[in-house]
Structures are given as C-alpha cells and as structure tokens.
C-alpha cells in the first residue's frame, strides 16, 4: 500500500465527510478479520493489523482501519483542525 496516495485518498475523504474529523474511541486492535478499511476501501486481511473504534459524528457506528490508514488518518485530521 503507497502511503502516499492512502493520504491522498484519506484527505479527499475528510473534505467530503466520508470519514470522521474528531477523534475516535478505540475499541480494539489485533490481526485483520476481513473487515474493510473505511480509509482506504481495502480488506484488511489476517497478516495485517487493525485498529477499531467509534465516533461520536457516526453515531457510535464501529469503523475499522488498518494500522497505518489509522495513523494517517489521524495525522490528516489533527493537521485538519489546524489548519
């Protein structure tokens, strides 16, 4: 996965509310399950980490990323509020 075009995709989603601006509750992390990556669109499969929680502007909904979508994700969307 290009992290590169991850950011990419995570910035476009941020602008149009595909994806949360607040900080999530992280419920859990471990090995992918075959759950999609609301960040990317990927499954994130068994030899890859996920990480899960919910957010308040998605109605508590649990959304799953992989690892390193989460943490672009959440660089994004704290460079975001600053800016």
Known sequence: MDSEIVRLVIQRKLQDGRLPHDRITRTGDGPGEGQ???????????DQMAMEGTAP????RAI??????????DNER????LG
């Open 64 to 73: 799953q990323f992989h690892a390193l979508c989460f943490r672009i994700w």
């Open 57 to 60: 502007e998605r109605g508590q």
């Open 78 to 81: 704290a460079l975001g509020r």
């Open 36 to 46: 999609l990556c609301v960040a990317c669109g990927i499954i994130v499969t068994s």
